[in-house]
């Protein structure tokens, strides 16, 4: 075990002005709280704190992490709190220790495989302070590096498998990379031990066969930089058995090349060198197609930047060769650790001293202002290659369950990310155990509960309130029911309506010979399109009992369903001028009633001058017109015409309409509008609360008398809130 002064040296070594004083007091209160504990091992507690602390000395961290190191399990394990290291080292350390305390406390919440990358981004997101990952990385290197103690194969198998999820792909985001490999080798030898044992035996096999190659690799590479007249470091790396494993598995293929084990590194001093040294490779050797990738000029997100490549014929071998600087070997091994070393600080007098300082710890006091400058958590997290995680929460089931969440996520995201029926059915929530409102917005950490109803249907108003796409698609889905289910009634209403008119029964065997006609595959999906205005009961009528078809429409067009739907869309277009029964107007110029406000004979109107256009029609209290106030130039008198056969067109006003959401309500209306000679074309809802449907109800009249007729029937019903003929 480190002893007490050992320790202080470790960290004076790079650290002078170490706090000794507080490193000492911190090594003996841990000592004590853990008094007699025992590891698995039968070691004294203490030894780990000890050993994490010591690790973390490697990383040249500075002493309030050391200290969080000695003290990280005496508020979770021992009798000391966190207000006694608040009083001891101070309101820092106290937040340090008590972010290590919470990772490990989430750490046995939950470690269900699945969920391992939302709870990768969990831990990142609690560590707000990266102090805290660094020594909760260095606590899960000792405790794997001392887990064959552990006596429960099972304690094992959970322990290796949240190491390989979790925290070895921690360990390379902030590119650790040699705590992330020593992590993934532990855990591999202890989840698959024949796999590792086999590989290690293979590759003992070509390490002593390719012994002679691998020399003689080196020898012509130092060779071919020496005439070119640069100075490099050369030096062969074994890849780690488990990064062989996952090659192996990933290709398919058995270790057979010494390409396959070891890459090798040449270092140099500086960027352009390396693309030199790089172009001195490619002018010796073929390039194996695809093997270049140059992470200089794009880093990896985790910053690692070198550039790789692979040859044949060095040695009569295909070699794999990447090449870096110093600095960016540096930031490839120790990742988060090393980046802020390496800044520029000119070539003053002073620099050698502020370069030597700047290698302690000033990549952590940058990191520390950033992050206490940081206005929030989420500039924290786009100033440390974090951000991709701050545009989301991270929350728990009841159960510890982790779920992912947009930001901006309410309980009704999160009952439909737990599961569809519980989004259908939820009534409510409790956020962290108090009732909350279903609009509340989830944060980072909060457990949330979601009290369901098995009656409750999902309200159009929770379209407004979810932004995760599963949940607004199944809102969508399930409103759309309903909604279609109104249409199927308003379409059955309408053509009930239709065959009295006729004198026959509305019976559904009778129609379905027609529904291919249709372009319907159910009775119902006919009816449904009656009733969004797809098809007019008329339509119907003259396919199923074309003799009976007395209506002028029906003479002109004989039943021709492509003319009936092109008809329907008129209009809407309003787009008719032959057929606009205008007077005053030069014969031959281009007359289109307005879309804006329907304008009907009966109405007064004015023209308005488009050039290249001709006039459109609006009537004279149309909002629209407001915009041609200051051109009175292109006003233009105009009236309707007496003498038009008004009877013939097809003229199609638009009503505004709120009914009060109860059943048998759309149909009611559908038969008040049919019952005074107007015919639906066309019928949208704009808006649906519990209680009213807004919508706009397109209908075909004769004119503005006709039109205000129905208007004055609709009101009269006690289901009809409002009735407005729509103008702008
Ligand atoms: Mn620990």
Known sequence: MMRQYELVEKVRAYDPSVDEDALNRAYVFAMKAHGNQKRASGDPYFSHPLE???????????????????????????????????????????????????LTQLELQSNRAKQAENFRKLLLAMSRDIRVLLVKLADRLHNMRTIEHMSKPESRRR???????????????????????????????????????????????????????????????????????????????EKSPYSIWRKMQRTQSSVEQLSDIIAFRVIVPSVPECYQALGIVHGRYRVVPGRFKDYISTPKPNGYRSLHTGVLGLAEHRIEIQIRTPEMHDVAERGVA???????????????????ESKQYRWLQELLEILENAAAPEDFLAHTRMEMFSDQVFC????????????????IDFAYAVHTDIGDKCVGAKINGRNMPLRTQLQNGDQVEILISRNQTPSPDWEKLVVTGKAKARIRRVLREIEMRQYVDLGRSILDKAFGRIEE????????????????????????????????????????????????????????????????????????????????????????????????????????????????????????????????????????????????????????????????????????????????????????????FDMLVDIEVMDAKHLNAIETTLRSHGSVRSVERVRS
């Open 159 to 237: 322990i290796a498998h949240e190491t390989m999820d979790i925290y070895a792909p921690l360990a390379e985001r902030i590119g650790m990379h040699d705590i992330k490999d020593e992590l993934e080798d532990r855990a591999f030898r202890e989840l698959y031990p024949d796999a590792r044992d086999s590989i290690v035996r293979r590759l003992e096999f070509l390490r002593t066969e390719g012994k002679s190659i691998v020399e003689s690799v080196l020898e012509e590479l130092r060779k071919l930089f020496a005439e070119a007249g640069m100075e490099v470091d050369i030096a062969g790396r």
């Open 505 to 692: 029964n509305l019976d559904d065997e009778t129609l379905k010979p027609v529904l291919r006609e249709f372009h319907a595959e159910t009775v119902d999906d006919l009816f449904a399109m009656l009733g969004q205005g797809i098809y007019t009961g008329r339509d119907v009528v003259r396919l199923v009992h074309p003799d009976k078809d007395d209506s002028a429409d029906g003479r002109k067009s004989g039943g021709s369903l492509f003319s009936l739907r092109r008809r329907r869309k008129l209009p809407i277009e309003a787009d008719s001028k032959h057929s606009v029964p205008i007077s005053g107007l030069t014969p031959g110029i281009a007359v289109h009633l307005a879309k804006c406000c329907y304008p009907l004979p009966g109405d007064r109107i004015v023209g308005i001058a488009t050039t290249g256009k001709g006039v459109t029609i609006h009537t004279i209290d149309c909002m629209t017109l407001e915009a041609f106030a200051d051109s009175p130039e292109r006003w233009v008198d105009v009236s309707w015409d007496p003498n038009a056969d008004l009877a013939s067109e097809e003229l199609v006003s638009r009503l505004n309409v709120t009914l009060v959401n109860e059943p048998g309500a759309l149909a009611e209306m559908a038969a008040t509008i049919a019952g005074a000679q107007g015919n639906i074309s066309n019928l949208k809802f704009t808006n649906r609360t519990p209680d009213f």
């Open 396 to 411: 728990f089931s009841p159960k510890g369950d982790v779920y992912s969440l947009p930001r901006g996520s309410t309980p």
């Open 338 to 356: 090393a980046h802020w070393v390496y800044k520029d600080i000119g070539s003053g007098p002073a620099s050698n001293a502020v370069r030597e």
């Open 52 to 102: 994490v602390a010591g690790i973390l000395t490697n990383y040249h961290l500075d002493t309030a992490s050391i200290i969080t190191a000695l003290l990280h399990d005496t508020v979770e394990d021992t009798e000391a709190t966190s207000q006694q290291i608040a009083e001891l080292f101070g309101e820092e350390i106290a937040q340090l220790v008590d972010g290590v305390t919470k």
